[in-house]
């Protein structure tokens, strides 16, 4: 059994997230919370960008962390305890999508997913990133959400997802390359003599949850000025 510090919870504060995890399957009243109380934020944003609706979020979110709190036992420390959770969101919402059977969850193909309804989403939805975010294919946008916004690595997201690195890799290229023909309006996209423009990078979420594209600058060219 791990020791149980007097205190409450703020005593697990400065203990690192494998430490509460084994601290919450030995027992301990309180070191789930602190753990989910640390990574809630993050968990949250992957969780909406997946299911795109608030409410769906919250349920997925909710199951999930309900089936983190039971199979906490189950984890052996192979992972990081934030790729362990990310997973289980992942499946959570995934799960809920297939009982909806509003989408299938499928390998990537060329066709569309219809953007939800969303009250707060930006009036324009060619420059919404969320709701562009939803037109991906579901193995697009999970690895999209995972790498460009939650700031995962390749591999903690293809250890997340269950597949191979090479794989979020290719689900990221198609990804941001469906967001550039997304968001760039036909009129700024390049013609077929200028410089190509390469995908944007979707950055991560900002201090209040907003999202952003990144366009790389095109490359310079030489010779004299304009």
Same mark, same amino acid.
């Given at each position: 059994?791990s020791p149980?510090?007097p205190? #409450?919870?703020a005593r697990?504060?400065? =203990?690192?997230?494998?430490?509460?995890?084994?601290a919450?399957?030995?027992g301990?009243?309180?070191?789930?919370?602190?753990?989910v109380?640390?990574?809630?934020d993050r968990?949250?944003?992957?969780?909406?960008?997946t299911?795109?609706?608030?409410?769906?979020?919250?349920?997925?979110?909710?199951?999930?962390?309900?089936?983190?709190?039971?199979?906490?036992?189950?984890?052996?420390?192979?992972? =990081?305890?934030?790729?362990?959770l990310?997973?289980?969101?992942v499946?959570?919402?995934?799960?809920?999508v297939r009982r909806r059977?509003?989408?299938?969850?499928?390998?990537?193909?060329?066709?569309e997913?219809?953007?939800?309804?969303d009250?707060?989403?930006?009036?324009?939805?060619?420059?919404d990133?969320?709701a562009?975010?939803?037109?991906l294919?579901?193995?697009?946008?999970?690895?999209?959400v995972?790498?460009d916004?939650?700031?995962l690595?390749?591999a903690?997201a293809?250890?997340?997802?269950?597949v191979?690195e #090479?794989?979020?890799?290719?689900?990221?290229s198609?990804?941001?390359?469906?967001?550039a023909?997304?968001?760039?309006?036909a009129?700024t996209?390049p013609?077929?003599?200028?410089?190509?423009r390469?995908?944007?990078?979707?950055?991560p979420?900002?201090?209040?949850g907003?999202?952003?594209?990144a366009?790389p600058?095109?490359?310079?060219?030489s010779?004299?000025?304009?």
């Amino acid at each position: 059994m791990s020791p149980s510090p007097p205190g #409450g919870p703020a005593r697990w504060e400065a =203990a690192d997230d494998a430490t509460l995890l084994r601290a919450h399957a030995d027992g301990d009243p309180d070191a789930f919370t602190v753990l989910v109380r640390r990574h809630r934020d993050r968990l949250w944003s992957v969780a909406l960008r997946t299911l795109g609706d608030p409410e769906e979020a919250a349920d997925a979110l909710q199951d999930a962390l309900i089936s983190a709190l039971r199979s906490a036992g189950s984890y052996r420390g192979d992972a =990081a305890v934030t790729t362990w959770l990310h997973r289980v969101v992942v499946n959570a919402c995934l799960d809920r999508v297939r009982r909806r059977k509003v989408r299938a969850a499928e390998p990537l193909g060329d066709r569309e997913i219809p953007v939800p309804r969303d009250e707060h989403a930006a009036t324009d939805a060619r420059l919404d990133v969320r709701a562009a975010l939803a037109r991906l294919p579901e193995a697009q946008r999970l690895a999209i959400v995972l790498v460009d916004i939650e700031d995962l690595s390749v591999a903690e997201a293809a250890e997340a997802l269950g597949v191979a690195e #090479g794989t979020v890799k290719s689900r990221c290229s198609r990804g941001r390359a469906t967001l550039a023909s997304i968001l760039m309006p036909a009129t700024t996209k390049p013609s077929g003599s200028g410089n190509r423009r390469r995908p944007p990078r979707v950055a991560p979420a900002g201090p209040e949850g907003t999202v952003s594209v990144a366009n790389p600058k095109p490359a310079s060219t030489s010779g004299g000025g304009s």
